[in-house]
């Protein structure tokens, strides 16, 4: 969720290694009251604090580090033919039926509409 160490993180492997071949997203931070029945609460009940846990690091911070890595994931492949670089975004069954509360299966399909207008592009 820290876009500039993100960042850093990519500017270090182009630095070290020249090339980036593969990136999974899989972070996702546990949302307040995870053990507690409120996080099955109606999406009322629940306002911002939820929305911003599902959807901060999992979706946000998926986002931006494809926007930071897919620059040097393009190079690599125009530099080795041979290479087809792989992006990764890890989501849930949430993304397609309800699971837990409003906010985590929005979150889930949105990194399925990520992954899925990302390969057009």
Not at 51 to 71: F, I
Request: proline share 3%; hydrophobic share 40%; with cysteine.
């Amino acid at each position: 969720s820290d876009d500039d160490a993100v960042a850093a993180l990519v500017t270090q492997v182009k630095a070290e290694q020249g090339r980036l071949d593969a990136v999974i997203c899989s972070a996702f931070t546990t949302p307040p009251d995870l053990n507690d029945s409120s996080f099955r609460d109606d999406f009322w009940m629940q306002g911002a604090e939820m929305w911003d846990a599902c959807h901060g690091v999992g979706l946000r911070g998926a986002y931006m580090t494809c926007c930071e890595s897919v620059p040097l994931m393009i190079d690599t492949a125009a530099r080795d033919k041979g290479s087809r670089p792989l992006m990764v975004i890890i989501s849930s069954f949430g993304g397609k039926s309800y699971t837990f509360n409003v906010a985590y299966g929005v979150g889930k399909a949105g990194a399925d509409r990520l992954a899925s207008d990302m390969a057009i592009q």
